[in-house]
């Protein structure tokens, strides 16, 4: 662990010890339930974000890649299909559409930032068409008794975002394609003139993370049993915003696995504390953009306070 | 045929865009001809006076590179509307609403610029935090409720049109437009912006004071803002705390597709001007066809994606 | 730039005489601008609308924001003006902002009015209202207190902070509840935007901040998923009931779950065909009358002269016995 996760955790440690004695029903196993549960999309979507910041790329459209995938999942849960292949609708649907994004960001060379606004645009549209302005509603519950279920006493979501984080290691660190990724991050230029694959491992890397968004769509049908139009209209921002806060730079060849799992707790941790100890729910965008200016700037000051005690020591 | 071959980057964005708005124009000319009235130009230039500016500040903190971009300036709008009336609630003469509600801006701009240029975070984050900071916060200081009380001469103004143009349209969206024009344009400080942004390193070598010029883009985009709430408050008599939502993203797409290249040093205000035209002509068109507005979102982003796409295929052309 | 601003302007003039003689040849045309499109409720507004619009023989357009935009909102208001068309009904977003536009309605002779969330002072020519402000807030707040006595502390989760006919219910509950039941305890407000998430997310935290909570109140219809969701999944059903505004459709499966203990809802296709008709009758330079008969209405409609409110009746509740009754 590096010092930014380091503090990640310790932030973590210090809000749960400040709420729990402001808020006597803030340190109960329930409460850390609802944390938990409410921190399983932003788990699989920022992990997806962290590999392409990663890489040097963003993509601001997971939000509603999330809400079509979730369309899929509705409809085919909707339709009475085996719950174990529903499941599976919702990574598909969005490795399908991180393929589509991919082809218009690569193939297109097109920076990543616009072109996905302009995707943004385009599937929010698709969103509207396939629903039509009828939510899916009262959806059955086969699902959400599968990921209900729990193995070895924890749930499934638990086991499949530990799957999912495990997998990611292990391509980053023991696969050579962990190491283009973030040569590509470091220097697309030198990636390419080194003889990587850059355009096959972009593509991979935005249907990884489509496929991440889809399944975090899967489990949002299967907590909430309902698909709206507004589906994750907010998830990109605030996706970015915890994986950057976990050390991950938009700048590209530096990731911390561990630095997005601390990032996306401390945000859930401080929105579910304020609201415990009575903070209007409408203070808690300040948090988050607060702690992402306070976190970035504290870093940024202390360092430059150890380099000029370091200057001054050796003069 | 050659001299369409020919045209390149900001030229050949600004055809394009020429090209798009005759085709929107010709095809409500075909669809719908009773579109054209003076009411009708005086509703684009009206929805246009709040994007055009918001979208110029967006273009030039974006123009001069070091990835600039400013997340925030919906926040700003929203924030700034809020806390010059709240400040009016609690004593300020009504005669410096206006002062106030620019000066908000500058210094919320200004702060950004600050994050930016001393503490070094990248400019999509920082403006990321104050996005969040700056629209919660306007949201959070209200309640949600809208702030009446705007002076009823500010309404004059806000609410005037002089021989089909919106006042507000003429004296602040055309001057600021034709200034940064003529300064990017013919000034020192325009050949700065550009070489800033064309080339970082080289510009700090010939002795440009980057970061102060680039603090005080920030603190531009800020005023831009500011007098975009103003415009807000004088059109429509009261500061609501969610008036900017969605600008950022809108002055992005303006700036983009306006032909700003996102990493910088290339593109005019020009084109921005255009591009903040063409899009509103084209909701203000689908809406007079009575289209269902799901597709306008889908076709602005189809638009930007197009005009990326044209912009990257004029090079292999050559 | 200008070159093409002045053709228009050119054209404009010539097309201006044409346009205005082609017009009168047509169905007048009745538009309604909800807050937001794509959700259930005013998509059976608009089939109601459209009901309407045959019926009596007028043009129906329905057009509305993406985002819960007062600008947008505005923005297509304006058009709908320039346009020429006769009669436009607005789902109020935000109650002041509509006052640039009747001005402008006014000067063209346009009736412009108001739907299901109003405007009280702009100006516009009726409301056309589900049911009072004051007998919303009081429905939920009396329902609630039949099912968990008096001796309570609600929850309630509402969608933009910035809604003002949602703030409005929500100052009528909190009035009802002091006047009337001074051992009710009612939560402050907590908005959740337009999503569910974000909703669910809310109500869990309410729930675990106050482990003797009775009830959650959902004020907008975006919030009702969130919050049954929130209940189902605390495992809390029996001790904590939603309640909330939402059409039975979308809470059909939370009644039955019995995460939702009721809803109180109007039938919006009913509202949008009031709509339809008064702006109908605006058109025909009409008055309305104290009590008017409508076609397909069994009771006939009320009229308030003072405040300008023309009113659908009273809200229905919905709960899990009746629910299966009805189809919006």
Same mark, same amino acid.
């Given at each position: 662990?590096?010092?930014?996760?380091?503090?990640?955790?310790?932030?973590?440690?210090?809000?749960?010890?400040?709420?729990?004695?402001?808020?006597?029903?803030?340190?109960?196993?329930?409460?850390?339930?609802?944390?938990?549960?409410?921190?399983?999309?932003?788990?699989?979507?920022?992990?997806?974000?962290?590999?392409?910041?990663?890489?040097?790329?963003?993509?601001?459209?997971?939000?509603?890649?999330?809400?079509?995938?979730?369309?899929?999942?509705?409809?085919?849960?909707?339709?009475?299909?085996?719950?174990?292949?529903?499941?599976?609708?919702?990574?598909?649907?969005?490795?399908?559409?991180?393929?589509?994004?991919?082809?218009?960001?690569?193939?297109?060379?097109?920076?990543?930032?616009?072109?996905?606004?302009?995707? $943004? %645009?385009?599937?929010?549209? #698709? +969103?509207?068409?396939?629903?039509?302005?009828?939510? @899916? &509603? /009262?959806? *059955?519950?086969?699902?959400?008794?599968?990921?209900?279920?729990?193995?070895?006493?924890?749930?499934?979501?638990?086991?499949?975002?530990?799957?999912?984080?495990?997998?990611?290691?292990?391509?980053?660190?023991?696969?050579? $394609? %962990?190491?283009?990724?973030? #040569? +590509?991050?470091?220097?697309?230029?030198?990636?390419? @003139? &080194? /003889?990587? *694959?850059?355009?096959?491992?972009?593509?991979?890397?935005?249907?990884?993370?489509?496929?991440?968004?889809?399944?975090?769509?899967?489990?949002?049908?299967?907590?909430?049993?309902?698909?709206?139009?507004?589906?994750?209209?907010?998830?990109?921002?605030?996706?970015?915003?915890?994986?950057?806060?976990?050390?991950?730079?938009?700048? /590209?060849?530096?990731?911390?696995?561990?630095?997005?799992?601390?990032?996306?707790?401390?945000?859930?941790?401080?929105?579910?504390?304020?609201?415990?100890?009575?903070?209007?729910?409408?203070?808690?965008?300040?948090?988050?953009?607060?702690?992402?200016?306070?976190?970035?700037?504290?870093?940024?000051?202390?360092?430059?306070?150890?380099?000029?005690?370091?200057?001054?020591?050796?003069? | 045929?050659?001299?369409?071959?020919?045209?390149?980057?900001?030229?050949?964005?600004?055809?394009?865009?020429?090209?798009?708005?005759?085709?929107?124009?010709?095809?409500?000319?075909?669809?719908?001809?009773?579109?054209?009235?003076?009411?009708?130009?005086?509703?684009?230039?009206?929805?246009?006076?709040?994007?055009?500016?918001?979208?110029?500040?967006?273009?030039?903190?974006?123009?001069?590179?070091?990835?600039?971009?400013?997340?925030?300036?919906?926040?700003?709008?929203?924030?700034?509307?809020?806390?010059?009336?709240?400040?009016?609630?609690?004593?300020?003469?009504?005669?410096?609403?206006?002062?106030?509600?620019?000066?908000?801006?500058?210094?919320?701009?200004?702060?950004?610029?600050?994050?930016?240029?001393?503490?070094?975070?990248?400019?999509?984050?920082?403006?990321?935090?104050?996005?969040?900071?700056?629209?919660?916060?306007?949201?959070?200081?209200?309640?949600?409720?809208?702030?009446?009380?705007?002076?009823?001469?500010?309404?004059?103004?806000?609410?005037?049109?002089?021989?089909?143009?919106?006042?507000?349209?003429?004296?602040?969206?055309?001057?600021?437009?034709?200034?940064?024009?003529?300064?990017?344009?013919?000034?020192?400080?325009?050949?700065?912006?550009?070489?800033?942004?064309?080339?970082?390193?080289?510009?700090?070598?010939?002795?440009?004071?980057?970061?102060?010029?680039?603090?005080?883009?920030?603190?531009?985009?800020?005023?831009?803002?500011?007098?975009?709430?103003?415009?807000?408050?004088?059109?429509?008599?009261?500061?609501?705390?969610?008036?900017?939502?969605?600008?950022?993203?809108?002055?992005?797409?303006?700036?983009?597709?306006?032909?700003?290249?996102?990493?910088?040093?290339?593109?005019?205000?020009?084109?921005?001007?255009?591009?903040?035209?063409?899009?509103?002509?084209?909701?203000?068109?689908?809406?007079?066809?009575?289209?269902?507005?799901?597709?306008?979102?889908?076709?602005?982003?189809?638009?930007?994606?197009?005009?990326?796409?044209?912009?990257?295929?004029?090079?292999?052309?050559? | 730039?200008?070159?093409?601003?002045?053709?228009?302007?050119?054209?404009?003039?010539?097309?201006?005489?044409?346009?205005?003689?082609?017009?009168?040849?047509?169905?007048?045309?009745?538009?309604?601008?909800?807050?937001?499109?794509?959700?259930?409720?005013?998509?059976?507004?608009?089939?109601?609308?459209?009901?309407?619009?045959?019926?009596?023989?007028?043009?129906?357009?329905?057009?509305?924001?993406?985002?819960?935009?007062?600008?947008?909102?505005?923005?297509?208001?304006?058009?709908?003006?320039?346009?020429?068309?006769?009669?436009?009904?607005?789902?109020?977003?935000?109650?002041?902002?509509?006052?640039?536009?009747?001005?402008?309605?006014?000067?063209?002779?346009?009736?412009?009015?108001?739907?299901?969330?109003?405007?009280?002072?702009?100006?516009?020519?009726?409301?056309?209202?589900?049911?009072?402000?004051?007998?919303?807030?009081?429905?939920?707040?009396?329902?609630?207190?039949?099912?968990?006595?008096?001796?309570?502390?609600?929850?309630?989760?509402?969608?933009?902070?910035?809604?003002?006919?949602?703030?409005?219910?929500?100052?009528?509950?909190?009035?009802?509840?002091?006047?009337?039941?001074?051992?009710?305890?009612?939560?402050?407000?907590?908005?959740?935007?337009?999503?569910?998430?974000?909703?669910?997310?809310?109500?869990?935290?309410?729930?675990?901040?106050?482990?003797?909570?009775?009830?959650?109140?959902?004020?907008?219809?975006?919030?009702?998923?969130?919050?049954?969701?929130?209940?189902?999944?605390?495992?809390?059903?029996?001790?904590?009931?939603?309640?909330?505004?939402?059409?039975?459709?979308?809470?059909?499966?939370?009644?039955?779950?019995?995460?939702?203990?009721?809803?109180?809802?109007?039938?919006?296709?009913?509202?949008?065909?009031?709509?339809?008709?008064?702006?109908?009758?605006?058109?025909?330079?009409?008055?309305?009358?104290?009590?008017?008969?409508?076609?397909?209405?069994?009771?006939?409609?009320?009229?308030?002269?003072?405040?300008?409110?023309?009113?659908?009746?009273?809200?229905?509740?919905?709960?899990?016995?009746?629910?299966?009754?009805?189809?919006?």
């Amino acid at each position: 662990m590096n010092g930014r996760e380091w503090s990640l955790l310790i932030a973590c440690i210090l809000a749960i010890i400040v709420f729990s004695v402001a808020s006597p029903y803030y340190a109960t196993s329930g409460n850390a339930g609802t944390v938990l549960r409410n921190s399983i999309e932003l788990l699989l979507v920022g992990l997806g974000m962290m590999l392409l910041l990663a890489m040097g790329g963003i993509d601001v459209s997971v939000g509603v890649v999330m809400g079509l995938a979730a369309i899929g999942v509705g409809r085919a849960l909707g339709a009475g299909v085996d719950p174990v292949l529903t499941a599976l609708v919702g990574p598909l649907t969005g490795a399908l559409l991180g393929l589509l994004t991919a082809a218009v960001i690569v193939l297109g060379r097109v920076p990543a930032i616009v072109g996905t606004l302009g995707l $943004f %645009g385009v599937y929010r549209t #698709a +969103i509207f068409v396939l629903l039509g302005g009828q939510w @899916l &509603s /009262g959806l *059955p519950t086969g699902l959400t008794v599968l990921l209900g279920t729990t193995i070895l006493g924890l749930p499934v979501a638990a086991w499949v975002i530990a799957l999912a984080y495990l997998a990611v290691w292990i391509a980053l660190r023991r696969t050579p $394609f %962990g190491l283009h990724l973030l #040569a +590509i991050g470091n220097s697309e230029e030198k990636a390419r @003139l &080194s /003889g990587i *694959p850059v355009v096959k491992v972009r593509f991979a890397t935005f249907i990884v993370s489509g496929a991440l968004t889809g399944l975090a769509a899967t489990f949002y049908v299967a907590n909430y049993r309902n698909v709206e139009m507004t589906v994750g209209s907010t998830l990109a921002l605030d996706a970015i915003a915890a994986v950057v806060l976990g050390g991950t730079s938009i700048l /590209g060849g530096k990731c911390s696995l561990v630095g997005t799992v601390l990032g996306v707790l401390l945000l859930r941790i401080l929105q579910n504390g304020l609201l415990l100890t009575g903070v209007p729910s409408l203070w808690q965008p300040v948090v988050t953009g607060g702690l992402l200016i306070g976190v970035l700037g504290f870093e940024v000051l202390s360092n430059r306070l150890s380099l000029s005690r370091l200057g001054w020591a050796s003069k | 045929m050659n001299r369409i071959r020919n045209l390149q980057g900001p030229a050949l964005i600004l055809a394009l865009l020429a090209l798009l708005w005759i085709i929107v124009i010709l095809v409500l000319l075909v669809l719908k001809p009773s579109v054209f009235s003076l009411a009708t130009v005086t509703t684009i230039l009206q929805f246009s006076t709040i994007l055009a500016l918001v979208s110029l500040g967006q273009a030039v903190v974006i123009l001069a590179g070091g990835a600039g971009i400013d997340l925030s300036v919906g926040g700003i709008v929203s924030l700034s509307a809020i806390a010059s009336m709240l400040a009016l609630k609690l004593g300020l003469p009504s005669f410096l609403l206006p002062p106030a509600c620019i000066l908000a801006g500058a210094a919320l701009g200004a702060f950004n610029g600050v994050l930016v240029t001393k503490l070094s975070i990248l400019p999509l984050i920082a403006t990321l935090g104050t996005f969040f900071v700056y629209s919660g916060l306007a949201l959070a200081l209200t309640g949600g409720a809208a702030q009446s009380g705007v002076p009823s001469w500010l309404l004059i103004w806000g609410r005037g049109v002089f021989s089909g143009i919106p006042v507000p349209f003429l004296t602040i969206a055309i001057p600021f437009f034709a200034i940064a024009g003529i300064v990017l344009m013919w000034t020192a400080w325009g050949r700065w912006i550009y070489a800033m942004g064309f080339n970082e390193r080289s510009a700090r070598l010939v002795g440009i004071p980057v970061d102060r010029a680039r603090l005080i883009l920030y603190g531009l985009s800020g005023v831009l803002s500011g007098a975009a709430a103003l415009v807000s408050l004088a059109w429509l008599g009261s500061g609501r705390p969610n008036i900017g939502q969605n600008l950022e993203l809108e002055s992005l797409t303006a700036a983009m597709l306006g032909g700003i290249a996102i990493l910088g040093g290339r593109g005019g205000v020009g084109g921005v001007f255009a591009a903040v035209m063409l899009l509103v002509t084209l909701k203000t068109g689908l809406l007079q066809l009575n289209v269902n507005t799901v597709w306008q979102v889908g076709i602005v982003g189809a638009l930007l994606v197009f005009v990326l796409l044209a912009d990257r295929l004029s090079q292999y052309w050559r | 730039m200008l070159k093409h601003i002045r053709k228009a302007l050119a054209i404009s003039a010539l097309s201006l005489a044409v346009s205005t003689a082609a017009f009168a040849q047509d169905k007048p045309k009745v538009a309604f601008v909800p807050q937001l499109i794509g959700i259930p409720y005013f998509n059976a507004m608009e089939a109601g609308g459209n009901r309407a619009a045959k019926e009596l023989g007028v043009d129906f357009i329905y057009s509305g924001p993406v985002d819960t935009n007062p600008v947008d909102q505005l923005q297509i208001v304006q058009n709908l003006i320039d346009q020429g068309v006769n009669a436009i009904s607005v789902s109020v977003l935000d109650a002041s902002s509509i006052a640039p536009v009747v001005e402008a309605a006014k000067a063209k002779g346009i009736k412009l009015f108001t739907s299901d969330s109003d405007a009280p002072d702009s100006g516009r020519a009726v409301y056309v209202a589900q049911a009072t402000d004051e007998g919303l807030g009081n429905t939920i707040i009396d329902e609630l207190v039949k099912r968990v006595g008096e001796d309570a502390k609600i929850g309630i989760v509402s969608g933009e902070a910035t809604a003002s006919n949602l703030n409005a219910w929500i100052g009528f509950m909190q009035k009802q509840a002091s006047a009337k039941y001074p051992k009710l305890k009612l939560l402050e407000p907590q908005y959740a935007g337009g999503t569910a998430e974000r909703a669910a997310q809310i109500s869990g935290d309410l729930m675990a901040a106050n482990p003797d909570i009775k009830a959650i109140i959902a004020v907008a219809s975006t919030t009702c998923p969130g919050v049954a969701q929130a209940i189902e999944t605390a495992g809390k059903i029996g001790s904590v009931i939603g309640a909330g505004y939402c059409s039975p459709n979308t809470a059909r499966s939370y009644l039955k779950s019995g995460a939702f203990g009721f809803t109180v809802l109007w039938d919006p296709a009913q509202l949008g065909y009031l709509t339809v008709w008064a702006g109908k009758q605006l058109i025909d330079g009409k008055a309305f009358e104290a009590e008017n008969k409508v076609p397909g209405f069994d009771n006939p409609v009320t009229y308030d002269a003072a405040k300008g409110i023309l009113l659908l009746g009273p809200p229905a509740v919905f709960t899990a016995e009746n629910v299966d009754k009805f189809d919006f």
